[in-house]
């Protein structure tokens, strides 16, 4: 069975810093793709930024970055420069190359101190 | 507004009542995603369809739920007797490809959040 899991429920960081939200997952598939959600308060979720299971090289979206480390099932989410608006429910997704499932683990609430 | 909509956005039933929920895509979104969402969790997958075919269901998909999306464009999530367990936001998402890692690519709707009495 595939799971997704993210330990911190909570973090905090200041405006302008760097915060590193983690994520492990669980699968036997050798090829996969994972994904950052950002979910703000009362509003839509919406894609962060994506990474090919069979790409070494990590993902990069403007300030949002991820450490993918295949052989430790890991998948962190890095947020340089935070900004007020980064203030979320962040939850990271496995799906499989069929599609035929979605996994999302139960999120890290992140809140950007001023 | 292009964006993925889902009707109502809140629904309050006493339990036993039967309810439906809307979902409208993207307009050109082959796939259509649906989702329960409860309080400190994160979405979880209940089927899918592509075009108009529903291609996997959850176990968490019980009997009671049945969704539909006729003529592959909206699509419909009905909760029959429904029960106080079945309270949380349900989500639908859409996505264009139906390969590769842009099948991820989820465009979601802001729920409907269902409140069994």
């Known amino acids: 069975a595939q799971t997704v899991t993210q330990s911190q429920p909570e973090m905090s960081v200041q405006e302008a810093e760097t915060v590193t939200l983690s994520c492990t997952y669980d699968t036997s598939e050798n090829n996969y793709y994972l994904f950052w959600y950002k979910q703000p308060p009362s509003r839509q979720m919406i894609l962060v930024i994506r990474?090919?299971?069979?790409?070494?090289q990590n993902a990069t979206e403007n300030r949002f970055s991820v450490n993918f480390q295949k052989a430790a099932k890991s998948f962190s989410l890095k947020i340089s420069d935070s900004q007020l608006g980064d203030t979320a429910m962040y939850f990271c997704?496995?799906?499989?190359?069929?599609?035929?499932?979605?996994?999302f683990g139960t999120g890290t609430s992140l809140t950007v101190i001023p | 507004d292009t964006g993925v909509s889902q009707n109502p956005r809140h629904k309050i039933t006493k339990r036993g009542q039967n309810v439906t929920f809307r979902c409208d895509p993207i307009?050109?979104?082959?796939?259509l995603y649906w989702y329960r969402q409860t309080l400190g969790q994160g979405p979880e997958f209940l089927t899918y369809f592509q075009n108009e075919a529903q291609l996997e269901k959850s176990r968490l998909l019980s009997d009671r739920f049945s969704a539909e999306r006729p003529k592959g464009s909206f699509s419909t999530l009905e909760i029959q007797r429904t029960e106080q367990g079945d309270s949380a936001m349900y989500l639908c998402?859409?996505?264009?490809?139906?390969?590769?890692?842009?099948?991820?690519?989820?465009?979601f709707g802001p729920g409907t959040r269902l409140t069994v009495l």
């Open positions: 997704a496995f799906i499989t190359v069929t599609g035929n499932q979605f996994y």
């Open positions: 998402a859409s996505s264009l490809a139906t390969t590769g890692i842009r099948m991820g690519e989820q465009f």
């Open positions: 307009s050109e979104h082959n796939r």
């Open positions: 990474q090919e299971a069979y790409k070494q």
